[in-house]
């Protein structure tokens, strides 16, 4: 039944990789304050060293994002929520785990980084 509610609850690590479904909000609108847009569902797949992500929609082709590098992120476990901050920009990017458990995983792997 779990999946069935939350069939993007799952994640795969491979080789030190790691892969799995996270929303992310989008600052757009965010911004307008437009509820219905405001979260994307991608699937990332986090290294060692980078962060991509290609978006989950049906009908578009897959365009992979790169992430910039982050110096720092931030954790909020009651709401499932991870922000990171990039070097350079200042930037920030927020992102929403389908479970507690996908959470943790991409906390150690940020640790990691």
């Excluded at 049906?58 to 365009?63: D, R």
């Excluded at 200042?90 to 906390?107: C, D, G, H, M």
Aim: hydrophobic share 45%; glycine share 2%.
């Amino acid at each position: 039944l779990f999946f069935i509610l939350f069939p993007f609850a799952h994640c795969q690590q491979i080789d030190g990789s790691l892969s799995c479904h996270l929303w992310q909000q989008s600052s757009f609108y965010d911004k307008a304050r437009i509820d219905i847009n405001a979260w994307h569902l991608r699937w990332f797949s986090i290294t060692f060293n980078q962060m991509t992500s290609i978006q989950v929609r049906a009908g578009n082709e897959a365009q992979k994002f790169i992430y910039p590098s982050f110096d720092t992120f931030q954790v909020d476990e009651a709401q499932l929520l991870l922000k990171i901050i990039t070097v350079d920009s200042k930037k920030e990017y927020i992102f929403l785990a389908p479970s507690e458990r996908i959470l943790s995983v991409v906390v150690r792997k940020f640790e990691d980084m």
